[in-house]
Structures are given as structure tokens and as C-alpha cells.
């Protein structure tokens, strides 16, 4: 099969891999239909944190993807079952024609999906980065007892997982979300879909939340797009007692520097988020799919341009430099 070939840092290829093959009880392997480009992928291939076993992996490091089963040892997921693929996020598998799965890391799309119908496989396709979403908001703002107030969450980038925490930030009941990017296009998607948007660095981040608070700083900062420097300024922004999500990965292996005085002088919490596809029952992920279904959520806004599996070095280097005016990036083997 043809599969991406990371052998180095900044190095995409595109090779022949052997097919996969399932060979235990619960494995399946999915003709893949389209895959997605995330952040992530940037940070992995192109930045310098390759992962150890990035050369040896067909498909690396693309992990958002949705396909049909086409052989299968899994009762749950019979062939002819499309699916949203979750592979462990540092393995990947998705830049591919195939891909071997188990019953841990797919969900079954609703029955009336018609696999060959590449604009709803990718509308169900987004579900993916929904759901890694969805897990870290749990975490970055779980129930408690007496429960926060919700007033105000500033989101730090407004691509497509930032828009994401956008929406589900709403719908938990956040009176304002104020969300910042450098890309004029993504924050008019951000303004539609009821965000208060700072182009950086025309405007200042920190000065408009001081003026939208009243000085008192939001209760909720997610830093999404993976900066040492937003992650630093999160802190600066954060109210008194506030929460700092970090979801954005590190920009490389080395420690980074974190403005401990004023952690300490707000006694701030620091989460971050991880391994969303180690999640018991991929709850968030079936959560995700779910609000795609039901209309709860918008999506369209990341049905930019489809490219080939030959293209993908190509379409990292253009997400990388913001995207062209576009949100997102489908490949399709």
C-alpha cells in the first residue's frame, strides 16, 4: 500500500508499505477514506519532535482519519463498518491506504453513513479533533462543588481545535469567550460562531481582557496552538484562582520557561491534556460524533481543499505557514 515515510525531521515521502493485516480477536483494518491534518502533525514532522519510532510507522504521523472496515476479527466492527479512526496520537497510521485497527481506538458511525460519501466522512472526520477537545475540557473545566462561575474563557489560537473549544465553551455556559489568532480569516470564523476575536499583533491579547473583565482576568485560558510564549501569557491573562489549560504540544523536548511568580501570586491551576485516545470507551470521541449528527455543532468551516497522499509534505508545509486561508487540510489515499 502507499503510506507516508517520515525518515527524518522536515523529510515526507510517500513509499510502499506492506498491507496491513489483522492477526488478532478485536483488530480490523479499515480502507482509509480521508485523513486530516492537525497542529500536531506540524510539530511532529517539521519541528523536531519526532517521535522515536516515527521512521519505522507507515502513515506517520497523520492520526485524524475516517475509513471502512474491509476486513475484520471484531464482532463490533463487521466489515463494511465506517469508522473514525483514533490511533494513539504519537503512532499515527492515518497518511495511508489502510490502516490496522482494534476495538479500542475506532468508533462506528451511525448506520445511515454511506462511506462513499467523501463530504459526510469528512464532516464525521472532524469528530476526531472534537473529541481530543472535548476530553481536555473535561479536564480543564470539570464539575465542580460549588461549581465555578463560567464568566469568561479566552481561547489562544482559532484554528480548527480552538474553534472547537470555541463552541463547547459556549455550550457549557461561558457569558463571553474571547478568542485570539494572527489570521484575519480563521477569527471571522471565531466572530460567527459568537466569539469577542483579537488580531495578534495589531491588537493586545492582554489589554482587551483587561478591558472586557474589568481587570479581573478570565477564568478559563486555552492555550491551542503549542507556544511557549502564549503558554507564558496564558498566565498573564488568567484571573486570580483561574484555570490554564495547556493543549497546544510542546514546541520541542527542552524545558521551557513558566512565570512561577505569578502561578504562585494567583494561585493558578495548570492542566494539560494528553492521550485523549486512551480514554475508556473514547467517551469524548462518541460524544463528538454525536453532536455531529445531531447538528449541535458546526464543522463545515474545515471542508477546505482535499489533496492527495502524494501532497502531504506539500499540505504540512501550507498549514504550517497558517493555512492560506484555509482551517483544515483532507488527504485522500
Same mark, same amino acid.
Not at 497542529?39 to 523536531?48: F, I, P
Not at 485516545?277 to 453532536?291: K, M
Given at each position: 500500500?502507499?503510506a507516508?515515510?517520515?525518515p527524518?525531521t522536515g523529510?515526507?515521502?510517500?513509499?510502499?508499505?506492506?498491507?496491513?493485516e489483522a492477526t488478532r480477536?478485536?483488530?480490523?483494518v479499515?480502507?482509509v477514506v480521508?485523513?486530516?491534518v492537525c497542529? @500536531?502533525?506540524?510539530?511532529?514532522?517539521?519541528?523536531?519532535t519526532?517521535?522515536?519510532r516515527?521512521?519505522?510507522?507507515?502513515?506517520?504521523?497523520?492520526?485524524?482519519?475516517?475509513?471502512v472496515?474491509?476486513s475484520?476479527?471484531?464482532?463490533k466492527f463487521?466489515?463494511g463498518?465506517?469508522?473514525?479512526?483514533?490511533p494513539?496520537g504519537?503512532?499515527?497510521? %492515518?497518511f495511508?491506504?489502510?490502516?490496522?485497527?482494534? /476495538?479500542?481506538?475506532?468508533?462506528?458511525?451511525?448506520?445511515e453513513?454511506d462511506? /462513499?460519501d467523501?463530504?459526510?466522512m469528512?464532516r464525521? $472526520? $472532524?469528530? !476526531?479533533? $472534537?473529541?481530543?477537545?472535548l476530553y481536555?475540557?473535561?479536564?480543564?473545566?470539570?464539575?465542580?462543588?460549588?461549581?465555578?462561575h463560567?464568566?469568561?474563557?479566552?481561547i489562544m489560537?482559532?484554528g480548527?481545535?480552538?474553534?472547537f473549544?470555541l463552541q463547547d465553551?459556549?455550550?457549557r455556559?461561558? /457569558?463571553?469567550?474571547?478568542?485570539?489568532?494572527? !489570521?484575519q480569516h480563521?477569527?471571522?470564523?471565531?466572530?460567527r460562531?459568537?466569539?469577542? %476575536?483579537v488580531l495578534?499583533?495589531?491588537?493586545?491579547?492582554?489589554?482587551?481582557?483587561?478591558?472586557l473583565?474589568?481587570?479581573?482576568?478570565? &477564568?478559563?485560558?486555552i492555550?491551542?496552538?503549542?507556544?511557549?510564549?502564549?503558554?507564558?501569557?496564558?498566565?498573564?491573562v488568567?484571573a486570580h484562582r483561574?484555570?490554564?489549560g495547556?493543549f497546544?504540544?510542546y514546541e520541542?523536548f527542552?524545558p521551557a520557561?513558566?512565570p512561577? #511568580?505569578?502561578?504562585?501570586?494567583k494561585?493558578?491551576?495548570?492542566?494539560g491534556?494528553?492521550a485523549a485516545? @486512551?480514554?475508556?470507551?473514547?467517551?469524548?470521541?462518541?460524544?463528538?460524533?454525536?453532536?455531529i449528527?445531531?447538528g449541535e455543532? &458546526?464543522?463545515? #468551516?474545515?471542508?477546505g481543499?482535499?489533496?492527495?497522499?502524494?501532497?502531504t509534505?506539500?499540505?504540512l508545509?501550507?498549514?504550517e505557514?497558517?493555512?492560506?486561508g484555509n482551517?483544515?487540510?483532507t488527504i485522500?489515499?
Open positions: 500500500m502507499r507516508t515515510h517520515v527524518a523529510i515526507v515521502n510517500v513509499e510502499q508499505w506492506p498491507e496491513p480477536d478485536g483488530e480490523f479499515a480502507r480521508a485523513a486530516s497542529g @500536531s502533525d506540524l510539530h511532529s514532522a517539521l519541528h523536531g519526532l517521535h522515536p516515527g521512521p519505522e510507522l507507515a502513515g506517520y504521523p497523520g492520526h485524524e482519519g475516517v475509513g472496515v474491509v475484520s476479527r471484531s464482532e463487521p466489515v463498518t465506517p469508522v473514525l479512526c483514533v494513539p504519537e503512532l499515527g497510521g %492515518t495511508a491506504e489502510f490502516i490496522l485497527l482494534d /476495538e479500542d481506538h475506532a468508533v462506528a458511525l451511525p448506520p453513513v462511506p /462513499e467523501l463530504t459526510t469528512r464525521y $472526520m $472532524m469528530a !476526531q479533533q $472534537m473529541g481530543t477537545c481536555a475540557m473535561n479536564l480543564y473545566w470539570p464539575r465542580e462543588v460549588p461549581e465555578r463560567a464568566g469568561t474563557c479566552v489560537g482559532a480548527s481545535a480552538g474553534l473549544f465553551a459556549l455550550l455556559g461561558f /457569558e463571553q469567550v474571547i478568542v485570539s489568532d494572527t !489570521q480563521r477569527l471571522d470564523i471565531a466572530r460562531l459568537g466569539a469577542h %476575536t495578534v499583533p495589531d491588537e493586545s491579547l492582554p489589554e482587551v481582557v483587561s478591558e473583565t474589568g481587570n479581573a482576568g478570565a &477564568d478559563l485560558v492555550e491551542a496552538v503549542g507556544s511557549d510564549a502564549l503558554r507564558a501569557e496564558a498566565v498573564e488568567v483561574g484555570i490554564v495547556w497546544g504540544l520541542n527542552d520557561p513558566v512561577i #511568580y505569578e502561578v504562585f501570586r494561585c493558578v491551576r495548570l492542566q491534556s494528553v485516545q @486512551s480514554e475508556p470507551g473514547l467517551v469524548s470521541f462518541h460524544e463528538a460524533v454525536r453532536r449528527r445531531d455543532v &458546526d464543522v463545515d #468551516y474545515c471542508l481543499p482535499v489533496h492527495t497522499l502524494e501532497e509534505g506539500q499540505v508545509r501550507i498549514a505557514r497558517g493555512g492560506d482551517v483544515k487540510f485522500t489515499p
